[in-house]
C-alpha cells in the first residue's frame, strides 16, 4: 500500500535511473560505431583500425623489402603519406601515418608502443607543433583521451595525466552521450542529406556517362568520391563512413587540404589560433616526458627517428617568438633529440624550406609536402 500510495514519487527516480543506464550504452565500442561524429572521434578511431591493417600488411612490406616509416604527429603532418613518396619516385618507401587531429606526445608515444609490439619499422618522422604543449588547452583531455588513448593507458599514467584534464575525462564517461559531443547542427545536415540526396545516376547522366558500363573497381571508387559531395546519416556508421574508407586506403593520410589561403585571411584566423592556444599559455611537462618516453621506446627497439617541427604561416611564426615557454620547448625537444642521437629539423627555417602556401592559419598545403618529404628522406 505505501509503494502504490507514493508510486508518482518514485517515478521520477526511477526515470533518471532508466537515462543513466541508457546513457552508459554510449560507452560501448559497438554503439559508438554507428555515433561516429565529424573530426576528431573519426580519425581516432580510424588510427584503431589502422594498426590491425598495418600488421596485416607487414609480411608484403617485408617481402618486397620496403623500408616502413611510421608518421606521427598532429594535423600538421597528415599530409605526408604513400603518395607523396610516389610523387617524389621514392616508391621503396612504404609510410603509414598516425597522426591525429590536435594530437600530443603522449598519443605519439600511445601510438609508437602499439607498433613496437608487432613491427620494427626503419624510421619514425615525428611532428611536433610547441603550440600544442599549453596545458591550458584541454586537448590532452579530448581528444586524446575521450578518443585516443585505452584505460588501461590511463591507468598506467596517472601521474602524468593533470587532474583537470582526467576530470574532463571522467565526465566523457559519467556523461556517456555528452562525452561523444553530438552535434545537432551535423544531425539535421546528414538528414537533409538523405532526404534529398541526388541518385548518382541521374548526376552521370548530365555528363552523359552510362553508370552500367563502368568497372567494379570505377564503381567503388565513384561512390567513395560521390559521397563525400553531401554528408547524409551513413556518416555515423563509421564502417560506411567514406572518410573511413580513403584513410584506409591512403594509410592515414590526408590530403584535402590543397591551395592556398590570401594574407587577410590568414592574419584572421591567427588570431583565433592565438586565443584558443597560446592565450595564458602554461606549460605542459608532462608532454615533454610523454616526449622523452617515446624517443627512449624507439631508441630500445633500436629503430631510427626524425624530429621535426611543421612549418606555420609567417603571422604564427611572429608569435611564436613573442612567447618564452615555445622557445623553452623548442630548445628541449632538440635536446631531447639529441640525448638520443636523433636529428631535428625546423620546417620554418627558409633555408630547409620555401614552400609558402598555406591552406589555412595552422596547416601547410599538402602541394608543399612533396618538398617537406624531400627534406626528412635526405636526414640520416
Known amino acids: 500500500m505505501f509503494l502504490l500510495k507514493y508510486r508518482y ?42 594498426l590491425n591493417l598495418l600488421k596485416k600488411e607487414l609480411p608484403n612490406i617485408e617481402k618486397d623489402g620496403k623500408r616502413l616509416i611510421i608518421v606521427l604527429g598532429d594535423s600538421r603532418s597528415l599530409g605526408l603519406g604513400q603518395e607523396i613518396a610516389n610523387i617524389i619516385q621514392q616508391k621503396q618507401l612504404e609510410i603509414w601515418n598516425f597522426s591525429g587531429t590536435q594530437a600530443i606526445p603522449a598519443y605519439h608515444y600511445y601510438i609508437a608502443k ?31 583521451l575521450n578518443y585516443g588513448v585505452d584505460e588501461e593507458f590511463i591507468k598506467n599514467y596517472r601521474s602524468l595525466i593533470p587532474d583537470t584534464d582526467y576530470q574532463v575525462y571522467k565526465k566523457t564517461r559519467r556523461y556517456a ?48 568520391l560521390y559521397s563525400f559531395r553531401e554528408e547524409n546519416l551513413d556518416f555515423y556508421d563509421y564502417y560506411k563512413s567514406p572518410q573511413r574508407m580513403l584513410l584506409n586506403l591512403t594509410k592515414g593520410a590526408q590530403y584535402a ?22 592565450n595564458q599559455f602554461v606549460l605542459s611537462q608532462e608532454q615533454l616526458i610523454f616526449l622523452e ?5 624507439i631508441h630500445q627497439n633500436r629503430s631510427k627517428a626524425v624530429v621535426f617541427f611543421p612549418r606555420v ?35 620554418n627555417d627558409n633555408n630547409v624550406l620555401n614552400c609558402n602556401d598555406y591552406y589555412d592559419a595552422s596547416h601547410l598545403s599538402v602541394s608543399c609536402f612533396p618538398d617537406v618529404l624531400k627534406v626528412l628522406i635526405k636526414i640520416k
Open 257 to 278: 587540404w590543397f591551395g592556398r589561403m590570401n594574407d587577410n585571411e590568414l592574419k584572421k584566423e591567427t588570431e583565433k589560433l592565438k586565443n584558443l592556444y597560446l
Open 177 to 224: 552521450l555528452a562525452g561523444l559531443q553530438f552535434s545537432f547542427r551535423t544531425f539535421i545536415k546528414r538528414l537533409k542529406g538523405t532526404l534529398f540526396q541526388t541518385d548518382i545516376e541521374e548526376v552521370l547522366k548530365k555528363f552523359h556517362i552510362d553508370y552500367s558500363k563502368l568497372s567494379l573497381e570505377e564503381k567503388k571508387m565513384l561512390q567513395v
Open 313 to 347: 604561416n609567417p603571422y604564427l611564426r611572429e608569435l611564436y617568438l613573442k612567447i618564452p615557454e615555445i622557445q623553452f620547448i623548442k630548445k628541449r625537444v632538440e635536446e631531447l633529440s639529441n640525448q638520443y642521437n636523433y636529428p631535428t629539423v625546423d620546417f
Open 114 to 144: 602499439k607498433i613496437l609490439k608487432f613491427a620494427k619499422p626503419d624510421s619514425f618522422y615525428i611532428g611536433i607543433s610547441p603550440d600544442a604543449f599549453n596545458r591550458n588547452a584541454g586537448i590532452f583531455a579530448s581528444p586524446v
Open 293 to 297: 618516453l617515446l624517443l627512449e621506446e
Open 9 to 50: 514519487l518514485l517515478f521520477f527516480p526511477f526515470l533518471i535511473f532508466v537515462v543513466f543506464l541508457i546513457d552508459k550504452i554510449f560507452l560501448i565500442e559497438l554503439v559508438r560505431d554507428h555515433f561516429i561524429q565529424p573530426g576528431g572521434m573519426l580519425y581516432y578511431r580510424q588510427r584503431k583500425e589502422q
